[in-house]
């Protein structure tokens, strides 16, 4: 049991730090799903999106 006293003692014990690793967690996995979730629909939609057929209705000047 060293394994998980050794995390209560750093993470769980002090709430200030307990409250920035959730926080911080809670950060990290927003970010995540926010970029595979994008990843995965810019799959799903390719060739229908704006920014893949700009090209034909935007003329250069």
């Given at each position: ?8 003692n750093a ?15 809670a950060f ?34």
């Open positions: 049991m060293p394994l998980t006293n050794t995390i209560y993470v769980f014990r002090r709430n200030h730090i307990f409250v920035g690793a959730v926080f911080t967690g990290a996995f927003e970010m995540l799903f926010d970029t595979t979730s994008d990843k995965i629909w810019d799959r799903i939609n390719r060739g229908r999106q704006w920014k893949d057929i700009r090209h034909r209705y935007v003329e250069e000047e």
